[in-house]
């Protein structure tokens, strides 16, 4: 019987805070690695983080926390990495310890720039974590709900079932259900191309498209979603399950949606560097656009949205412009 021992989070952001509060609650101990020394000794003076969701209380005796990523590491047999993935090759350039034997999960929604891999791909090839020692957390989770201890609901993908099944078990709670997936790669590229939705019904709300519309750019997206996902790992699967649909559908109406945001700031005549300033976030959708599109290039799957923001984001082409040719291709 798998058992995951010890757990450490790498990474001190919202999701990071959410997950480790999640886990914290049913093992009493994590280790915790944070970039920031002056971040880690406010988070102990506190009992909070000091930069997001400071509205969760921690008992400070149940962490042990570092800005060694190594020390962490070694120390600890499952790493759940909650970092931006654009941010995600520098903090593991600092790595020395061996992760092959290591329980990875990632629940970074996004894909490793200039690697165009989404993350589970990434530590296979570049750190030889066999896959059956890698999982990723999905579905629709906004880690400021999951703070509130609203009913949410995760899925873990990992192609082995018992490793998957272990680490749902240190999750469920009574505002957390848990389900298992083998689907890792296709949750994960779902939940990079949501993100790029998310921009785009954001986008269309700055345009002031209304409601009706974005219901028909949502059923085009999940089409979309679907027609890519079964190129890239053509397994059955059925893209109406939480972990694609749901998880797509609350990035793309939420107000707790970064990557809606910042679409709607670029609808409303922001440009994309204004955004992002103003934001003071990163808006991983941003990123994956373009790994995306950099991939597709290569698959040729029918994808207009997704093209639709690239031409916006990338090639400054008019929101208004680019939306309207996309309308005309919807039914």
């Given at each position: 019987?798998?058992?995951?021992?010890?757990?450490?989070?790498?990474?001190?952001?919202s999701?990071?805070?959410a997950?480790?509060?999640?886990?914290?609650?049913?093992?009493?101990?994590?280790?915790?690695?944070?970039?920031?020394?002056?971040?880690?000794?406010?988070?102990?003076?506190?009992?909070?983080?000091?930069?997001?969701l400071?509205?969760?209380?921690?008992?400070?005796?149940?962490?042990?926390?570092?800005s060694d990523?190594?020390?962490?590491?070694?120390?600890?047999?499952?790493?759940?990495?909650?970092?931006?993935?654009?941010?995600?090759?520098?903090?593991?350039?600092?790595?020395r310890?061996?992760?092959?034997d290591?329980?990875?999960?990632?629940?970074?929604?996004?894909?490793?720039?200039?690697?165009?891999?989404?993350?589970?791909e990434?530590?296979?090839?570049?750190?030889?974590?066999?896959?059956?020692?890698?999982?990723?957390?999905?579905?629709?989770?906004?880690?400021e709900?999951?703070?509130?201890?609203?009913?949410?609901?995760?899925?873990?993908?990992?192609?082995?079932?018992?490793?998957?099944?272990?680490?749902?078990?240190?999750?469920?709670s009574?505002?957390?259900?848990?389900k298992?997936?083998?689907?890792v790669?296709?949750?994960?590229?779902?939940?990079?191309?949501?993100n790029?939705?998310?921009?785009?019904?954001g986008?269309?709300s700055?345009?002031?498209?209304g409601?009706?519309?974005?219901?028909?750019?949502?059923a085009?997206?999940?089409?979309?979603?679907?027609?890519?996902?079964?190129?890239?790992?053509?397994?059955?699967?059925?893209?109406?399950?939480?972990?694609?649909?749901?998880?797509?559908?609350?990035?793309?109406?939420?107000?707790?949606?970064?990557?809606?945001?910042?679409?709607?700031m670029?609808?409303?005549?922001?440009?994309v560097?204004?955004?992002?300033?103003?934001?003071?976030?990163?808006?991983?959708?941003?990123?994956?656009?373009?790994?995306?599109?950099?991939?597709?290039?290569?698959?040729?799957?029918?994808?207009?949205?997704?093209?639709?923001?690239?031409?916006?984001?990338?090639e400054?082409?008019?929101?208004?412009r680019?939306?309207?040719?996309?309308?005309?291709?919807?039914?």
């Amino acid at each position: 019987m798998f058992n995951c021992g010890k757990i450490a989070i790498i990474g001190g952001g919202s999701w990071a805070t959410a997950i480790a509060k999640i886990i914290v609650a049913h093992t009493h101990h994590i280790g915790w690695y944070m970039r920031r020394d002056d971040r880690i000794d406010d988070f102990i003076r506190l009992h909070h983080n000091p930069a997001y969701l400071t509205s969760v209380h921690f008992d400070i005796d149940e962490i042990n926390f570092s800005s060694d990523i190594n020390k962490i590491a070694k120390q600890y047999d499952t790493l759940v990495f909650v970092t931006p993935s654009p941010y995600l090759k520098n903090h593991l350039k600092k790595l020395r310890v061996r992760l092959r034997d290591k329980f990875v999960v990632t629940a970074i929604k996004g894909i490793v720039p200039d690697e165009n891999l989404v993350c589970s791909e990434y530590f296979h090839e570049a750190f030889d974590v066999p896959y059956d020692n890698l999982a990723c957390i999905g579905g629709p989770s906004h880690a400021e709900e999951v703070a509130l201890e609203r009913l949410s609901y995760l899925t873990i993908g990992c192609t082995d079932m018992e490793k998957a099944q272990a680490f749902t078990n240190v999750l469920s709670s009574n505002f957390i259900k848990t389900k298992i997936s083998s689907d890792v790669v296709g949750i994960e590229y779902a939940s990079v191309l949501k993100n790029v939705y998310a921009i785009c019904a954001g986008i269309c709300s700055g345009l002031k498209y209304g409601d009706n519309f974005q219901s028909v750019l949502i059923a085009n997206a999940v089409q979309e979603m679907s027609r890519f996902l079964k190129t890239i790992n053509p397994i059955e699967r059925n893209v109406d399950d939480s972990v694609y649909l749901g998880d797509l559908l609350v990035t793309g109406y939420s107000n707790f949606s970064r990557n809606r945001v910042f679409g709607t700031m670029i609808g409303k005549g922001y440009s994309v560097k204004a955004a992002q300033i103003e934001m003071e976030m990163i808006a991983e959708g941003y990123f994956g656009t373009k790994c995306m599109k950099e991939i597709n290039r290569q698959l040729h799957v029918n994808m207009p949205i997704l093209d639709a923001v690239y031409n916006i984001l990338y090639e400054r082409i008019s929101p208004q412009r680019e939306i309207k040719l996309l309308t005309d291709s919807f039914r």
